[in-house]
């Protein structure tokens, strides 16, 4: 019984921690796309930076316990 629980618990965790592993992937591009519109373009979108720090930030509470 309780070997069961554990499988599903660490079933559940790789799942979360390959969520986590496809936000940063996703980080990565929003961040490229903001440093190449601010540095190439010469304007800023406020939403893409709010992104990256909620992003982030879902990133390293997901990602900590994997």
Do not use: C, P
């Not at 309780?2 to 992937?25: H, M, P, Q, S, Y």
């Not at 190439?40 to 992104?51: D, H, K, P, R």
Request: proline share 0%; charged share 15%; glycine share 8%.
């Amino acid at each position: 019984m309780v070997e069961r629980l554990v499988a599903g618990i660490d079933k559940i965790n790789d799942a979360v921690g390959t969520f986590a592993g496809w936000l940063t992937a996703f980080l990565v591009i929003n961040v490229t796309f903001d440093v190449i519109t601010r540095y190439i373009f010469n304007f800023s979108i406020v939403a893409s930076q709010e992104l990256e720090w909620h992003v982030y930030s879902l990133t390293f509470l997901l990602g900590m316990g994997w």
